[in-house]
């Protein structure tokens, strides 16, 4: 019986993942964070380097499993599938996506998969400035293409509720009080 939580903050560039993934690591006891980027090859060699990465993280959780160890990633192979869904690589991740979604779903945690969003989407020209935070040499940070991602991730959220009950998806609404959203993300995940 799960002890510990596994939480996945996924959504588009500018809406609040770090943020919030921050605040849920220093707000829920013994919790750690973890921030990926994924593989930079865009290339079809990417896939295995992609499919090698994911793998061995799911290891690494399942080895976490009953520890009394609360997990926290701000992204994970959700985000590659995305990318690779709005032809960011030059390969399918999908194949490789079930299969790590089926063996994510089991892992013995209660797991939770957030998606934050901003209901309005012209916010994310004021959260792209990008003003004190890391600029990534391949990242191309623009509204059209948060406004893909997000509609992606929505997409994607809907389509993990449909098929595995046991993942407490949520969608959160970001472009409010962050205090606002720091109470709903509490009360979801319950602490």
Do not use: H
Not at 138 to 159: G, H, P, T, V, W
Request: charged share 30%; glycine share 4%.
């Amino acid at each position: 019986m799960a002890n510990s939580k596994l939480i996945i903050v996924e959504g588009a560039q500018g809406a609040g993942k770090t943020t919030f993934t921050d605040y849920i690591r220093y707000s829920l006891s013994y919790t750690n964070l973890y921030r990926l980027c994924g593989t930079s090859d865009m290339t079809k060699t990417g896939l295995f380097k992609a499919k090698k990465m994911y793998e061995t993280l799911l290891d690494y959780i399942e080895n976490l499993e009953n520890t009394s160890i609360n997990l926290v990633f701000d992204r994970t192979f959700f985000t590659e599938e995305i990318y690779c869904r709005l032809g960011k690589k030059e390969y399918s991740f999908t194949e490789v996506y079930n299969n790590l979604l089926e063996r994510f779903s089991k892992l013995d945690f209660d797991i939770y998969y957030i998606t934050l969003y901003l209901e309005n989407e012209q916010v994310f020209a004021k959260r792209l400035n990008r003003g004190g935070k890391a600029l990534f040499e391949n990242s191309r940070f623009s509204i059209e293409n948060s406004i893909s991602q997000q509609r992606e991730y929505l997409k994607m959220a809907d389509e993990i509720k449909e098929k595995y009950p046991n993942i407490n998806v949520i969608n959160i609404k970001t472009d409010r009080k962050i205090e606002e959203v720091q109470e709903e993300i509490r009360n979801y995940i319950g602490y």
